[in-house]
């Protein structure tokens, strides 16, 4: 244990206990020196009895699970078990939590060899890195006057992904990389026997498809790929200037670039995430990429030095594939710029965040019909790609509106939806 310290009662107790007997002169009264020195003989009491205290204490914490999505449960489990043949005095175990006051829990006493546990949530409603820790064990006396502690867990840390809503995949488009397969045609094989290229065994696979020569070269198991992976391109354009949002819209926003890489990645597009805060992950896919992409968002902050002009130059150097921007409360001449991307893109989605949901629809389509929810669907029109805008309320959910207007798109048109719901 560490060396004990006083309590905020003890240095009360320690200063009232040599007050006593400088009051006990001045007003003449003899008996609060007798007080003074008992108050002062508890505090030294508490004291020794507190580093005289011998803990053996095995202390085991868990996070399940370490990465989580706002409003996703998330637990600390504690285990604690006694390892000395004598019972343990009452534990406190104090563990400090990010954004908060901290985590308190008392221990009743162990009996020798004795094991308990305890837990508590995590507070997951924001995104960003939540640090736990570190875990202290925590001995006092009786009264409260002094503690000691030791450390019994380091400080780790637990990630709070944005919010994800399950949406409608991002149509295929005419603009996708003819060479997004993660390998390279090649013609490994005879004439009545060609096919892609190699790729290593996995459970599962036909084993007459195993190529042996090679398996034989590379000492691995590796089976003949007869047909060239197909991946689209999806890209997030992510605006995050502080100009353009407010911090209800930002968290919007956020979720709504998270939302549409898991959709894309789940279908085993490439994706793609830059934002006007001048930050581009490149093309990646597969679980690994796109987790990354997500630790990204959950620490993204509103950036001053942003500029969403710029990064629009940069993403039509690239226009293959589908291009979702993401942004704010834009300028009509931000929004012509973006919507002239789809001259370059296969497909343009423009979706704003914190709009009231109601306005004219800039042009891109003409008002089909409202539902019972409250999203309108616009109808085709012509132009060298598709085009779609999709405009959120504050508070309000992206899946309905995005849902109605990749349907819209993929009947073969442009189209506008909005929603004004509430959460």
């Known amino acids: 244990m560490a060396a004990a310290r006083l309590t905020r009662p003890g240095w009360t107790a320690l200063w009232g206990g040599l007050g006593l007997p400088v009051a006990g002169r001045l007003m003449g009264i ?11 003989a ?36 504690v285990r604690v ?11 406190r175990l104090h563990e400090a939590v990010t954004g908060t006051a901290g985590v308190e829990l008392l221990l009743s006493p162990l009996a020798p060899r004795a094991r308990t546990s305890a837990s508590y949530a995590l507070p997951t409603d924001r995104r960003g890195i939540l640090g736990v820790g570190p875990l202290e064990v925590v001995v006092a006396d009786a009264l409260g006057l002094a503690e000691a502690s030791v450390e019994a867990a380091p ?24 060479l997004a397969g993660s390998l390279q045609p090649h013609a490994l094989g005879r004439a009545s026997d060609d096919f892609y290229a190699l790729r290593a065994y996995v459970v599962g696979d036909d084993l007459r498809r195993i190529h042996w020569p090679s398996t034989a070269r590379h000492d691995e198991l590796l089976v003949r790929q007869q047909e060239q992976p197909w991946q689209g391109r999806t890209t997030v354009l992510l605006d995050v200037r502080q100009a353009a949002h407010d911090r209800g819209s930002l968290e919007a926003a956020v979720s709504a670039a998270a939302s549409v890489l898991v959709s894309s990645g789940g279908r085993r597009d490439l994706v793609r995430l830059v934002t006007t805060a001048g930050d581009d992950s490149g093309f990646g896919s597969g679980p690994h990429h796109l987790h990354a992409r997500l630790e990204d968002l959950a620490v993204l902050s509103a950036s001053t030095p942003a500029s969403l002009r710029s990064m629009i130059d940069v993403v039509q150097r690239d226009g293959q594939g589908a291009l979702v921007v993401v942004t704010g409360q834009v300028t009509e001449d931000e929004l012509r710029a973006t919507s002239r991307l789809r001259h370059r893109f296969g497909m343009v989605v423009v979706v704003r965040v914190g709009t009231t949901g109601t306005g004219a629809d800039g042009g891109t389509g003409t008002v089909a019909g409202v539902d019972a929810a409250g999203v309108v669907a616009a109808g085709s029109t012509g ?3 598709g085009l779609a805008r999709v405009e959120v309320g504050a508070g309000a959910l992206l899946a309905p509106a995005w849902d109605r207007a990749m349907g819209a798109v993929a009947w073969g048109g442009a189209g506008v939806a909005r929603m004004g719901a509430t959460w």
């Open 42 to 77: 508890l505090v030294a009491v508490a004291a020794c009895s507190v580093a005289l205290t011998r803990l053996d204490v095995e202390v085991d914490r868990t996070r399940q699970p370490a990465r989580v999505h706002v409003g996703q449960l998330s637990r600390v489990e």
């Open 155 to 178: 400080r780790v840390e637990v990630t709070v992904l944005p919010r994800v809503e399950e949406l409608r995949p991002v149509p295929l488009t005419v603009g996708r990389d003819p």
């Open 81 to 91: 078990r006694n390892r000395r043949p004598a019972a343990t005095p009452v534990l």
């Open 30 to 40: 003899g008996e609060l020196d007798v007080l003074g020195a008992v108050v002062l």
């Open 383 to 385: 132009g060298a790609g």
